[in-house]
């Protein structure tokens, strides 16, 4: 008898913290959003008719010339419900985003079109950055080494890795990739979601290959499935019965139309939804691929580093072994500190990747200095260095975690996702509540964002929290009484 996710859980579900919207909430966020609309629309009314003031007349004519930058739903939302809260978005900081950073403060004289620096800084708690392991800053040995790398090779390659820009180095970025992650090789790109976006149609294409893919996924993912051509089919969310039922209705029905047999079957996931903080369930997906004969995907952008033991993500969190995963993604830019990603798995596969991808082909290979900041930042977590620092890390990330999920809950509010996942939504519902929420913690020094529709469902926005290892227990603690008034003034505590 294999095991399932729920048995290694103790009968729990791991997702049992995915509680509905109440309804109170649903209606509000509804109304909101109606209303939102309502003015937006005669905004753009009053617009059309000329009344406009004499600044966006203006900015109109200035844009007359040029192709429409989105279509005219996304451009109806940027303009009139997006820019009210814009002022908490895209804020300009002027320091590393470690535990603490520094943002710029700023006003904007003409309702968020434009904003003007004032001058002034604000050393905020970072609750915003993917820095769960604390490999974000601009000291220490990753620095060191990486400065010296910079020092050799200087920052651009300037040609690809098949030209003039194969460096000793990315072979050892490349080897201690494979090494770290327990599989026989690595290919490494320059940009994360491009790894995502350029590789998937490396790997499946044209209309007899059906893509399983979690409706959570990321953009990355969407697009890269997108561009593959293949036939997508969208399953519930960590959903392990209707994955079944889609698999199982691909392999008696075969291909539309012509019924033959599925060339193949690629199903996509992620080790921790980005958005939702919840952990797949990894045992029940690999016994379905193996039991319907699908390939598996994993991409482990948000989980590599930052679950597991030893940090080895999704794959040692459930006791899979990496080999049973088809193909191992990730990126370098939340947990290591750096950028870029990977896509691991058997020599055959990486070696049909690195001579056919648009990424190793076309792109410029990856800067060198950034390259040994991955080196240096996994070999502190492997403990290469000599030192204990790295499980230190991984076990203090672990600690607030928990430490954190649960003080949230017991404040009561609504946290969506699994208590061992660094990334915490907050549910606020609302949209004014999340606008609210984001200044409110601003002033008070801390630094989070919000995610609201269309990221997330309509009623269903929250606030989204990164905890990282850099976090003292006075930080987590100065922000979760800090939440705690503003969740009593906003009457955020929806599960009291
Ligand atoms: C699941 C997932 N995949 C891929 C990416 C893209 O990676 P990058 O930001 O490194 O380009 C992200 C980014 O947030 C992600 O969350
Ligand atoms: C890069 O160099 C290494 C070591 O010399 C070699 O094994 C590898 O095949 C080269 N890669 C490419 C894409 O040519």
Not at 164 to 172: D, K, P, R, V
């Amino acid at each position: 008898m294999e095991r399932s996710c729920k048995d290694v859980q103790g009968g729990r579900e791991s997702d049992r913290c995915h509680e509905s919207t109440p309804l109170l909430a649903a209606w509000w966020t509804y109304l909101s959003f109606a209303i939102l609309m309502m003015f937006g629309y005669l905004r753009d009314f009053i617009r059309r008719i000329g009344l406009e003031t004499k600044h966006s007349a203006l900015e109109q004519n200035r844009m007359k010339d040029f192709v429409p930058l989105y279509s005219s739903f996304d451009g109806f939302y940027a303009k009139n419900i997006f820019k009210r809260l814009s002022h908490c978005y895209g804020r300009p900081i002027c320091s590393p985003p470690t535990a603490e950073v520094d943002v710029l403060e700023r006003t904007s004289y003409d309702e968020n079109c434009h904003f003007r620096l004032t001058g002034k800084k604000r050393r905020c708690i970072n609750l915003a950055s993917f820095n769960y392991l604390d490999f974000v800053g601009n000291e220490g040995p990753c620095v060191e080494a990486t400065a010296h790398a910079l020092q050799q090779y200087g920052v651009g390659v300037c040609s690809t890795r098949q030209e003039l820009g194969n460096c000793s180095i990315h072979e050892e970025l490349e080897k201690t990739t494979a090494r770290f992650l327990g599989v026989d090789d690595a290919v490494t790109f320059g940009m994360g979601f491009c790894t995502n976006s350029l590789n998937i149609p490396v790997l499946v294409g044209g209309k007899g290959c059906l893509l399983l893919s979690d409706e959570k996924n990321h953009a990355s993912i969407v697009l890269g499935a997108r561009l593959s051509g293949s036939v997508i089919k969208v399953f519930k969310h960590n959903d392990i019965d209707d994955l079944e039922e889609k698999l199982r209705g691909a392999i008696t029905s075969g291909r539309p139309r012509t019924h033959w047999p599925w060339r193949k079957i690629l199903i996509i996931v992620e080790g921790i939804y980005s958005m939702e903080g919840s952990i797949v369930k990894l045992l029940d997906v690999v016994r379905l691929k193996n039991k319907y004969g699908a390939y598996l995907y994993l991409d482990e952008a948000h989980s590599m580093g930052a679950l597991g033991r030893t940090g080895r993500g999704v794959t040692e969190y459930w006791g899979v072994g990496p080999r049973d995963v088809d193909i191992m993604m990730g990126t370098f830019t939340k947990s290591f500190g750096a950028f870029g990603g990977y896509i691991a798995g058997s020599k055959r596969l990486i070696n049909h990747l690195r001579a056919y991808s648009y990424s190793t082909t076309y792109a410029c290979s990856m800067s060198a200095p950034v390259a040994q900041q991955i080196i240096s930042s996994m070999k502190i977590i492997m403990g290469e260095d000599g030192t204990n620092t790295g499980k230190l890390r991984i076990m203090r990330l672990a600690t607030n975690v928990r430490y954190f999920r649960q003080r949230l809950r017991a404040m009561g509010f609504i946290v969506y996702g699994d208590d061992n996942s660094a990334v915490v939504p907050l549910l606020v519902f609302v949209p004014g509540k999340a606008q609210a929420i984001m200044e409110e913690l601003f002033e008070r020094n801390i630094a989070c964002v919000a995610g609201i529709f269309p990221a997330t469902s309509i009623t269903t926005g929250r606030i989204r929290i990164f905890i990282s290892a850099a976090h003292t227990r006075e930080m987590l603690d100065t922000v979760l009484s800090s939440i705690s008034e503003v969740g009593d003034r906003l009457q955020l505590k929806y599960s009291l």
